[in-house]
Nanobody, 125 residues
Framework: QPQLAESGGGQVQPGGSLRVSCAAS????????IYWFREAPGKEREGVSC????????DYVDSVKGRFTISRDNAKNTVYLQMNDLKHEDTAVYYC??????????????????WGKGTLVTVSL
């Protein structure tokens, strides 16, 4: 059964860094644009970043631009989100999602083909 699995979450101090990973099993990510969403306590799930099928195009929500970097290694069937200069407001469960297609489109969480179960990132002293 096709699955996505996030890993790499944890607790970090403000200003610190984490890299979260999204690994696919039972299917190849080669045919999918990959999105990262996050859901903070009491808030709606929001789109954070996206990478196109080839990796040639990326997108970021304004609040993380310049701090987060999305990348993919299709040979490892894995997508990464490098998060630097983390802030309290980055605290959330981070989810990856796959959407079949070449390009990133809207952060429409109702229009994804596969979801992971999430990994918790906590930014605190």
């Amino acid at each position: 059964q096709p699955q996505l699995a996030e890993s790499g979450g944890g607790q970090v101090q403000p200003g610190g860094s984490l890299r979260v990973s999204c690994a696919a099993s039972e299917f190849t990510l080669d045919y999918y644009a990959i999105y990262w969403f996050r859901e903070a306590p009491g808030k709606e799930r929001e789109g954070v970043s996206c990478i196109s099928r080839s990796g040639g195009s990326t997108d970021y929500v304004d609040s993380v631009k310049g701090r987060f970097t999305i990348s993919r290694d299709n040979a490892k069937n894995t997508v990464y989100l490098q998060m630097n200069d983390l802030k309290h407001e980055d605290t959330a469960v981070y989810y990856c999602a796959a959407q079949r297609g070449t390009h990133c489109w809207y952060y429409d969480y109702n229009n994804m083909d596969y979801w992971g179960k999430g990994t918790l990132v906590t930014v605190s002293l």
